[in-house]
């Protein structure tokens, strides 16, 4: 059974510090591994979908990189503002799950200015 | 595009009432919509996989007969708590796939915030 891990649970830093953001699964039979942003209380906002073909993935200050063999995902925030605090998801999507998400329990970044 | 809605945003009821959830795809027809739940400080647990115009599908441990769901069009799923308990209070978010392949990306609802008094 799949099994997603995010490292730290929770992170603060200071702004204009790069954030760094891990994301860790079991089984490397993956399709696809989504980043996912999260406000209180909301719903979730894609940050970057990487497929599994691909190594790295990049959107304005957001980089994340796969390395499926070893079954991590990294996602990188340079410059980090206050604007970022929020908690952030990682979920891959494994090829025999009929398309279904299993999601990691998330690290919760807050920045402070 | 590829924006998902859900009505209500929040809810309060109580003890032995139903409450029904909607999730609309605004812009496109979803074949494959996705029923989550979200406990505090906890990730999202899938709950049920809803095709159009079939049964749902449930997650292990999921009662069935206690989260109705129905997918009646390509746009709009529902999902109805029957009986609702307070251990039922959570945030239940709904997703969406475009197109036939469920490996097509997901996307998600604002959610809805249950409480059940």
């Known amino acids: 059974k799949q099994e997603v891990t995010q490292i730290p649970a929770a992170l603060s830093v200071p702004e204009g510090e790069n954030l760094v953001l891990n994301c860790s699964f079991t089984?490397?039979?993956?399709?696809?591994l989504q980043w996912f942003r999260q406000d209180p209380g909301k719903g979730l906002t894609s940050l970057l979908l990487i497929q599994s073909s691909q190594r790295e993935q990049t959107s304005g200050r957001l980089n994340a990189s796969l390395d499926k063999s070893s079954g991590r995902s990294t996602l990188y925030i340079a410059a980090s503002q206050p604007g970022d605090s929020a908690t952030y998801l990682c979920a891959v999507k494994a090829t025999d799950s009929w398309g279904k998400l299993q999601f990691g329990a998330g690290t919760q970044v807050v920045v402070t200015p | 595009g590829a924006v998902v809605s859900q009505h209500p945003s929040w809810v309060i009821c109580k003890s032995g009432t139903s409450v029904k959830i909607e999730c609309r795809s605004l812009?496109?027809?979803?074949?494959?919509m996705f029923w989550y739940r979200q406990f505090p400080k906890q990730s999202l647990m899938l709950m049920a996989t809803s095709n159009e115009g079939s049964k749902a599908t449930y997650e292990q441990g999921v009662e069935k007969d206690k989260f109705l769901i129905n997918h009646a069009s390509l746009t709009l799923s529902t999902l109805t708590v029957t009986s609702a308990h307070p251990e039922d209070s959570s945030f239940y978010i709904c997703?969406?796939?475009?197109?036939?392949?469920?490996?097509?990306?997901?996307?998600f609802g604002p959610g809805t915030r249950l409480t059940v008094l």
């Open positions: 997703s969406a796939s475009l197109a036939l392949s469920s490996y097509n990306e997901q996307f």
């Open positions: 089984d490397s039979a993956i399709y696809n």
């Open positions: 812009d496109f027809q979803a074949t494959t």
